[in-house]
Structures are given as structure tokens and as C-alpha cells.
């Protein structure tokens, strides 16, 4: 069974950083498409970040220049770098991981879809 454990949530001042961490535990054959996705108060959850299997990266506009999707497939782990915070990125963030289980060429691998247990984010103005 995969997991998702997010790490690196915390409060910072405006202008300062973080780097959130989503570590993909279990058994799987491989790492798909990865995303991260946000929620404030009272708001829906959006998407911040993405990236397909070919490392194409899309940004909300509200990130762009700032925020960085990445992940080292070695670790298993997704990364979200965030620079110049600013108190409205204050919120919940979530990793989204699509795995693909190990299969045979008769009976391919399913893929799935994973979400994290979700980290805080304060930014302090």
C-alpha cells in the first residue's frame, strides 16, 4: 500500500522560505505525474503546482517565480521550494502522487492516485 508523509510545513515571516517534503512509501513500480495542491480557510483547495511524468512543470499564477515542483526519484520524494512567501499563501498544502504498480507485459501495472495528509503553512506579515 502506498503512503504519502508531507513534511516542512511551519510558520515563517513574509518574505522567507520553506520547502515542503512528500516522502512515497510502499510498493510501486513507478512515479507518474505529481502535483501540489492548497487550501485556505473558507476557500476551495487549488492547485499550486504540477508536474507531469516528463517533468513538464505548470504553475498557478499566483506562484509563478516563485514556487519550485521537483522530486528525486532515488528518495521517492516530491518537493515543493517556496520562496518570497507572502500571507496569502497561508494554508493547507497537499501532495498528490500518481503511482504505477508493477505489472507484466500481459497484465500491465494499474495506476493510482495518492493524496498526503496535508502540512500547515503560516506565512506572518
Known amino acids: 500500500q502506498v503512503q504519502l508523509v508531507e513534511s516542512g510545513g511551519g510558520l515563517v515571516q513574509v518574505g522567507e522560505s520553506l520547502r515542503l517534503s512528500c516522502l512515497v512509501s510502499?510498493?510501486?513500480?513507478?512515479?507518474?505525474?505529481t502535483g501540489w495542491y492548497r487550501q485556505a480557510p473558507g476557500k476551495q483547495r487549488e492547485l499550486v503546482a504540477h508536474?507531469?511524468?516528463?517533468?513538464?512543470?505548470t504553475y498557478a499564477d499566483s506562484v509563478k517565480g516563485r514556487f519550485t515542483i521537483f522530486k528525486d526519484n532515488a528518495k521517492k520524494t516530491v518537493y515543493l521550494q517556496m520562496n518570497s512567501l507572502k500571507p496569502e499563501d497561508t494554508a493547507v498544502y497537499y501532495c498528490?502522487?500518481?503511482?504505477?504498480?508493477?505489472?507484466?507485459?500481459?497484465?500491465?501495472?494499474?495506476?493510482?492516485?495518492?493524496w498526503g495528509q496535508g502540512t500547515q503553512v503560516t506565512v506572518s506579515s
Open positions: 498528490n502522487v500518481q503511482t504505477t504498480d508493477w505489472g507484466t507485459v500481459e497484465s500491465p501495472g494499474r495506476s493510482r492516485e495518492h
Open positions: 510502499g510498493r510501486f513500480f513507478s512515479i507518474g505525474a
Open positions: 508536474m507531469t511524468s516528463d517533468y513538464i512543470t
